[in-house]
């Protein structure tokens, strides 16, 4: 039985052979190449991004560290469905989730911290006597700090700290012994490299994705 075809331009109605079918579809792939990958790398930086945005709106107070668990949920869902789902690659997507769902724990504290430290004004405090988080900076202004502004009880009674508060006043001042803006390497590193990790990944799926959809 024939498998070819009538071909409504050729003179005659004469049948278009299947070489010239698969000619012509070779011919359209690469131009959806350049569509593939700029529609990939949309995705592969907007997740991550999000990500780092989730983690940076959950140090906010107000109850918005429930929002920004919320929206990380919401991203890793997105990964799955996007890389996993409709581009039919699962381990990448698998991969991609866990680095995304990672990466607002430790992009969140570390641009809080960076945050604080080059754009807030140190403010120079007293920790109370009896407390080891319970401070009273200059102006007379009592304050509790918590673990998530950088006091686990590492501070002694009576110790002089400073205070790294926002500049608009919404954010809780960051507390350091010293007035050093410098800013720990390794939980950037950690999140810097999560970030990429989750960006290839996601790229990777999209360019290599198994879909008839070109784009």
Not at 120 to 125: E, N, S, T
């Amino acid at each position: 039985m024939s498998t070819q075809q009538i071909d409504p331009h050729a003179p005659g109605g004469r049948t278009a052979p299947p070489q010239a079918e698969r000619a012509a579809d070779h011919t359209a792939r690469p131009a959806a190449r350049p569509r593939r990958f700029v529609n990939s790398l949309m995705w592969a930086l907007l997740v991550p991004l999000a990500a780092v945005a989730a983690g940076f709106l959950s140090q906010y107070p107000f109850g918005m560290l429930y929002v920004g668990i919320g929206v990380t949920l919401v991203v890793v869902a997105t990964t799955a469905v996007i890389a996993g789902a409709r581009w039919n690659r699962a381990v990448p997507a698998t991969l991609a989730a866990m680095c995304v769902f990672a990466l607002p724990f430790f992009a969140g504290p570390s641009a809080y911290e960076l945050y604080a430290k080059r754009l807030g004004h140190a403010v120079p405090a007293r920790v109370t006597p009896g407390t080891h988080c319970r401070v009273v900076d200059a102006a007379g202004a009592a304050e509790e700090l918590t673990p998530r502004q950088n006091c686990t009880g590492q501070f002694a009674s009576g110790e002089r700290v400073v205070l790294f508060r926002d500049p608009f006043g919404v954010l809780h001042p960051w507390v350091g012994a010293t007035g050093s803006r410098a800013v720990p390497g390794r939980p950037l590193a950690a999140a810097g490299a999560l970030f990429c990790l989750a960006a290839l990944l996601i790229l990777w799926a999209g360019v290599r994705r198994r879909v008839q959809d070109p784009a």
